[in-house]
DNA sequence: AGCTGTGTTGAA
DNA sequence: TCAACACAGCTG
């Protein structure tokens, strides 16, 4: 008898399993990623390492099914700080963002950088200024599609010098989990206010803006650059939940309802 | 030329 | 939903 029933590995055609979920052997010895979700396979990249590979497909799992997915390993660290930061990196990217980390292999570095600045900043505004907070209006969360900030607050806070004024500027603001809002603030002349206008229905529609809620703005000095934050808090809360402490833990922050997937072929 | 990731199928 | 298998087509 001859050994292609055993022991015949290296010549074989047949490829080895995997005993991780979700991962698949590739004809050249690595390891291939997948998910699947509603009748289609997203594909997460091909990896040298199998349990690197089985990793991946965790990440992916957590993202698209929240924190209850089956994993290949345990991922349980429930009050663990560093468990925390993950679910708050992974809740606030999309899905196509993160699968475009993990093809790209540079989830881990990102992840990391964003504890960086965690570490850095920290979440509960202890290095940040308040500079203004405005109860938002009927016609801020309308189809204005702008919010006007008062004036004394928009002159002492975000001066525009006249030649740009009525062109306005682009600004980013983080909110409190770490995600960047680019909005376009100007002044228009005809009503002479200052607005923010491009991109603030989105951040209205996304923190589901009611008119009588508070939107907040901050400024940090600490780090290379100065940066802005801006978030909302509803109407009538105890006036103590800000953001950072309680509440961190115990949410499900990535049972959010699925939204934009969109597969990035390349 | 080698590899990745898709097309496809059948099992659970 | 899942992995197995074959290989088209992409990348360098």
């Not at 390492?49 to 957590?62: C, H, K, Q």
């Not at 468990?83 to 990196?89: A, C, G, N, R, S």
């Not at 030649?163 to 603030?185: P, T």
């Not at 650059?225 to 909302?232: I, T």
Request: charged residues 30%.
């Amino acid at each position: 008898m001859d050994d292609s029933e055993y022991g015949n590995e290296v010549e074989s055609k047949k490829l080895p399993s995997s005993k991780y979920k979700g991962v698949v052997p590739q004809p050249n010895g690595r390891w291939g990623v997948q998910i699947y979700e509603k009748h289609r396979r997203v594909w997460l990249g091909t990896f040298t390492e199998e349990e690197e590979a089985a990793r991946v497909y965790d990440i992916a799992a957590l993202r698209f099914r929240g924190h209850n997915a089956i994993t290949n390993f345990n991922v349980s660290f429930e009050n663990d700080e560093d468990y925390y930061m993950e679910k708050l990196f992974l809740s606030s990217h999309s899905k196509a963002e993160i699968v475009d980390m993990l093809r790209k292999h540079t989830y881990k570095a990102e992840l990391e950088e964003r504890k960086q600045n965690y570490a850095c900043h920290g979440i509960s505004g202890e290095s940040r200024e308040l500079l203004f907070e405005k109860v938002v209006t009927p016609s801020d969360v309308g189809k204005l599609n702008r919010m006007v900030i008062p004036k004394q607050q928009a002159e002492k806070h975000f001066p525009l010098y006249t030649e740009i004024a009525s062109k306005g500027v682009l600004m980013n603001f983080e909110d409190n989990s770490g995600k960047v809002w680019r909005l376009r603030y100007c002044y228009w002349s005809s009503s002479q206010s200052y607005v923010l206008t491009k991109g603030w229905s989105r951040f209205v529609k996304e923190k589901n803006l009611k008119a009588g809620d508070l939107v907040c703005f901050w400024r940090s000095n600490v780090g290379p650059n100065p940066r802005l934050f801006m978030d909302s808090k509803p109407r009538d809360g105890s006036g103590f939940e800000t953001m950072g402490e309680v509440r961190l833990f115990g949410v499900n922050i990535l049972d959010e309802p699925n939204r934009d997937y969109v597969a990035n072929n390349r």
